[in-house]
């Protein structure tokens, strides 16, 4: 049987469509059992609802972490959930959600991870100067982009790159790299080229 | 005029044997004016020495860090070094020397920095996990492998990789991209391919 998705987002949710993409492609076996999304004006809950998925909204506005965090798990856990990703969702997992799903929940960041962790990885990347950079698919855990790395891509950083550039050079990464790695997690058709640069 | 080097070294110096073969080959117009090494056993010192290299051995047993780089900035300048370049010296550069030759010395490190930075670069990158290293020609600075970025390459991990076949797909890109990193510092020739992965 298929393994079921549950997906995170607060935006536009550009992973989340790259991974719709690969489902509904047949490139990807899974199942996107519901998405959810803590802003009410994410342009990606609607199109998650656009596509007939589950979506739906928690909104977080005033809520305390954990308390939040226990409304999510229950939603995860309604839907029978066998892997969470986090998808542009911008707000912190409390310690208490982190420890209810152990190497359940995937992260993707914008750099090559352990360099330039946190907020604004790409701006971190230009300004150290680096000559590559890249994406990383990451457990979740409870350090800060720290958990186990499942895969990563490279792009090169070029000479006169703006931020928007390399931002956009990157993502386009991501859109792929995401879809790889929940495959090769859940056994789900693994993409050829994965691992390539 | 030709820019010239002055290569540090304490052991086989297999960087520096890249640097001479690229010299030699007319890839990179750069004259190699001091071989230094502070190890009578370095086979590094023999190799610049059977190239008919100016090969000059500065024992550093012993010696207090700055004393030493004392006697090494004397060599250095008789020899009208524009650019130092370390290759496996492994000896750390006192604070004076490094002001004394600022953005004039440049190291090698088998990770891409700012990620593994220290020793045993490529066992910490494989103990993280990571799907991707490489290598980085970098200026030294008083920081720990922490001066900007010359030139970088990548190189994938592969799945059961042993410490010793990564050390050596790392050290191929190493040879490469020093004499490229070179090149691009003196406006020596500059090797095709610079920047690609």
Redesign the interface.
């Known amino acids: 049987m298929s393994k079921r998705l549950g997906i995170l987002l607060s935006g536009r949710g550009s992973n989340f469509i790259a991974i719709a993409d690969s489902v509904a492609a047949g490139r990807l076996d899974v199942e996107i059992a519901v998405v959810i999304s803590n802003r009410a004006d994410a342009p990606g809950l609607l199109a998650a609802h656009s596509r007939g998925l589950n979506a739906v909204l928690l909104p977080s506005r005033g809520m305390e972490r954990e308390a939040y965090d226990r409304q999510l798990a229950a939603e995860i856990r309604k839907n029978n959930v066998d892997l969470i990703c986090l998808a542009g969702y911008l707000r912190l997992l409390s310690p208490w959600f982190i420890r209810e799903f152990p190497m359940r929940i995937l992260n993707i960041h914008p750099s090559?991870?352990?360099?330039?962790p946190g907020l604004d990885a790409q701006r971190q990347a230009l300004e150290?100067?680096?000559?590559?950079s890249?994406c990383t698919v990451h457990y979740v855990d409870e350090g800060l982009d720290s958990g186990?790395?499942i895969?990563?891509a490279?792009v090169?950083v070029l000479e006169g790159d703006t931020l928007e550039a390399l931002s956009a050079r990157i993502l386009r990464e991501e859109h792929r790299i995401y879809s790889e790695a929940i495959g090769l997690l859940t056994g789900g058709k693994r993409i050829l080229g994965s691992?390539?640069?």
Do not use: E, N, T
Request: proline residues 15%; positive net charge; glycine residues 16%.
């Open positions: 090559l991870l352990p360099a330039f150290h100067g680096v000559k590559f890249g186990p790395i895969q990563q490279v090169p691992g390539s640069v």
